[in-house]
């Protein structure tokens, strides 16, 4: 099975920072690498597929980057709405991993 | 549109089973994969098995083999996750979730349905 690393697992920052969260993949997994955010009582929501493509009506600030065994998820500019925990998630085995989350929290 | 919507929570017994439903309306069901993915109280996401209702064929996690069972029913477009000898650890809320693209197993989860909250209890 893939195992999934990803860092770090909490995160506290101010509105307006930059902040990147990353996921390192114990095989390599193309760019099969996917991220999503959850708040507290709801279902995750997809932001980021195949590590780069942005979903839409996700803005723009939101990018992620990567390919292989190393990816990133970056927030340019902090939104109070941006609070939440993100999870990274490889869907090149069908044993679809999730990384262990990394809950962002206000400072 | 396509929205999936699970059934209600359920209270079960130790070594008893669960069967949670996810029905899709609004667009096409059948040639796009339904996943199952579980999240116990305050931890994270884990995947417990799936299945591309045109195929039949599931998919289970390993930890899972042998004590889930998810099914596709075509006519209602339902998709179902059976899971018995429950215990404690299975007290977690059960998501269903759309593969992005159809007839691929290898694409991100982009529709979820709301959560069917279980609790296993004596």
């Known amino acids: 099975d893939i195992q999934m690393t990803q860092s770090p697992s909490f995160l506290s920052a101010s509105v307006g920072d930059r902040v990147t969260i990353t996921c390192r993949t114990s095989h390599s997994i193309s760019s099969y690498l996917n991220w999503y955010q959850q708040k507290l009582g709801k279902a995750p929501k997809l932001l980021i597929s195949d590590a780069s493509s942005l979903q839409s009506g996700v803005p723009s600030r939101f990018s992620g980057s990567g390919s292989g065994t190393d990816f990133t998820l970056t927030i340019s500019s902090l939104q109070p709405e941006d609070f939440a925990t993100y999870y990274c998630?490889?869907?090149?085995?069908?044993?679809?991993?999730f990384g262990q989350g990394t809950i962002l929290q206000i400072k | 549109q396509v929205h999936l919507v699970q059934s209600g929570s359920e209270v079960k017994k130790p070594g008893s089973s669960v069967k949670v439903s996810c029905k899709a309306s609004?667009?096409?069901?059948?040639?796009?994969?339904i996943n199952w993915v579980r999240q116990a109280p305050g931890q994270g996401l884990e995947w417990v098995g799936g299945?591309?209702?045109?195929?039949?064929?599931?998919n289970y996690a390993q930890k899972f083999q042998g004590r889930v069972t998810v099914t596709a029913d075509k006519s209602t477009n339902t998709v179902y996750m059976d899971l018995n000898s429950l215990t404690s650890d299975d007290t977690a809320v059960y998501f269903c979730?759309?593969?992005?693209?159809?007839?691929?197993?290898?694409?991100?989860?982009?529709?979820w349905g709301q959560g069917t909250m279980v609790t296993v209890s004596s």
């Open positions: 299945i591309i209702p045109i195929f039949g064929t599931p």
């Open positions: 609004g667009g096409t069901f059948n040639n796009y994969g």
């Open positions: 998630q490889q869907t090149y085995s069908t044993s679809y991993a």
């Open positions: 979730a759309r593969v992005a693209v159809a007839l691929s197993p290898h694409h991100a989860f982009d529709i």
